[in-house]
């Protein structure tokens, strides 16, 4: 089982361009995750959609938007990146929104210069 | 502003130490989930808290949840080099997971 597949691992961007970060899991979880980690900052939730077909927004979705393409994939797009993105990203999911624990992929470390 | 305060951000001990964690929420937690980070790594989920008072226990690792459902700890008992990485609590606070708030991480180093 690969759990949580995240791509890419490293990227960097000059201000203003964009991407997408892929997330996709295997394990049948109804519920996916973005999330940003700063240095000293913990984990802060971007989006999140607690089942197929809903999304919503979590504590810092300003700049970002996302897709739920369907059960096993959650992509992060970042339209028009800005050095405050500059961080390592996080999927997650869980086999529900509710008293489950999250699984987590391996990470993307952006650099926007 | 931070929903979860954790404490300390930074403990150094000597390999057969003791080590403690300790999580605050201003406001009622619906439970609370520990993951551990190793350097370089992702979060693990540890364990999850859901009863006021509970106590739970993995060998060496034992964690408890206030009785307020406000604050919880992890403490280690004879840490190892094995133990090495950040510790996150992550406070529930309301029904769904997107209301789920970490902590800024204890970072543990530990010296053989």
């Known amino acids: 089982n690969a759990g949580v597949t995240q791509t890419p691992k490293f990227q960097v961007l000059k201000t203003g361009q964009s991407m997408t970060l892929q997330c996709a899991q295997d394990?049948?979880?109804?519920?996916m995750y973005w999330y940003r980690q700063d240095p000293g900052m913990g984990l802060r939730l971007i989006y999140y959609?607690?089942?197929?077909?809903?999304?919503d927004k979590g504590e810092v979705p300003n700049g970002y938007n996302v897709s739920r393409l369907n059960k096993r994939e959650f992509s992060l797009r970042l339209e028009s990146a800005a050095p405050s993105q500059t961080s390592v990203y996080f999927c997650?999911?869980?086999?529900?929104?509710?008293?489950?624990?999250?699984?987590f992929g391996n990470g993307t470390r952006l650099t926007v210069t | 502003g931070q929903q979860v305060m954790q404490i300390p951000q930074y403990q150094h001990v000597q390999e057969g130490e003791d080590f403690t964690t300790y999580c605050n929420s201003s406001?009622?937690?619906?439970?609370i989930q520990w993951y551990k980070q190793r350097p370089g790594g992702h979060p693990v989920f540890l364990i999850q808290?859901?009863?006021?008072?509970e106590v739970k226990k993995q060998k060496r690792l034992t964690f408890q949840f206030g009785e307020a459902k406000k604050n919880s700890s992890l403490h280690i008992t004879a840490t190892q080099t094995t133990d090495v990485g950040t510790y996150f609590c992550a406070g529930l606070r309301g029904s769904t997971l997107g209301r789920l708030y970490f902590g800024r991480g204890t970072q543990l180093t530990v010296w053989p």
């Open positions: 997650a999911s869980s086999l529900s929104s509710y008293n489950s624990p999250l699984h």
């Open positions: 394990m049948n979880h109804n519920s």
């Open positions: 808290l859901v009863k006021s008072g």
């Open positions: 406001t009622t937690l619906s439970n």
């Open positions: 959609s607690a089942s197929e077909g809903t999304t």
